[in-house]
């Protein structure tokens, strides 16, 4: 059972580009939840969703920052106009259907984007 | 909300030792506390778990306790082996109206070195 998925492993962009990463769950997981972590910093949550719904976006910035978990395909993590800030490695996580040990996240490997 | 506070943030011990790591939560809500552990260049990985219905769990060389009273929890390896060398996490989590501990605060992270 191959684990969660997320690609590129490692981004760059230039400052005013948009930045998209993408994640894919664990076969027969349907929540994914988004983390960022700064250096030597633990993770911060950003979001949580479901197929087609976001559930919890509290963590997320308000402005720049999108989260999407389309009925088909990965989720994806979309920043637009980047800035040095945003930096950072980003993981994606998912866990089973609800009900079923819900709370336990498996996570991805990681998403390292640098914005120069 | 939640927050976190991990120490220390190294540890060097040298193998066939015990390693003690140690969290501590503000919010007496919180009843689900996991440990990750992160290897260079990699997501984090669950290696234990416990919720505030148990004071203790063990899993082989690793243990977890729990102190309600005081908010703290911490993480016991012993026997250590080089390969147990990472960055380990401790989160909390407090449930949902659902009941579901989807969001985790995480601490900032322990470097812990086993010297062969």
């Known amino acids: 059972n191959a684990g969660v998925m997320q690609n590129p492993r490692h981004l760059v962009r230039r400052r005013g580009q948009e930045a998209r990463l993408r994640c894919s769950p664990m076969?027969?997981?349907?929540?994914v939840y988004w983390y960022r972590q700064l250096p030597e910093e633990g993770l911060k949550f950003m979001v949580y969703?479901?197929?087609?719904?976001?559930?919890?976006e509290s963590g997320m910035p308000k402005e720049r920052f999108s989260a999407e978990f389309p009925k088909e395909g990965p989720s994806i993590l979309r920043i637009q106009q980047v800035v040095r800030g945003d930096s950072a490695a980003y993981f994606c996580?998912?866990?089973?259907?609800?009900?079923?040990?819900?709370?336990?996240?498996?996570f991805g490997p990681g998403t390292r984007l640098t914005v120069l | 909300g939640e927050n976190v506070e991990q120490h220390p943030s190294t540890l060097s011990v040298q193998e066939g030792d015990s390693a003690v790591i140690k969290c501590t939560y503000s919010?007496?809500?919180?009843?689900?506390f996991p440990w990750y552990k992160q290897e260079l260049g990699k997501g984090p990985q669950l290696i234990i778990d416990?919720?505030?219905?148990?004071g203790e769990k063990k899993d082989q060389r690793i243990a977890v306790t729990l102190n309600k009273t005081a908010k703290h929890f911490s993480l016991h390896i012993t026997e250590t082996q080089p390969e147990d060398s990472a960055v380990y996490f401790c989160?909390?989590?407090?449930?949902?109206?659902?009941?579901?501990?989807?969001?985790?605060?995480f601490g900032k992270g322990t470097l812990l070195t086993v010297n062969p």
């Open positions: 416990i919720r505030s219905n148990v």
């Open positions: 989160a909390a989590s407090i449930g949902d109206s659902g009941g579901s501990n989807y969001k985790l605060t």
């Open positions: 969703l479901q197929k087609e719904n976001i559930i919890d």
């Open positions: 919010d007496s809500a919180s009843n689900y």
């Open positions: 076969k027969g997981h349907s929540h």
């Open positions: 996580a998912s866990s089973p259907i609800r009900g079923r040990q819900t709370d336990t996240q498996y």
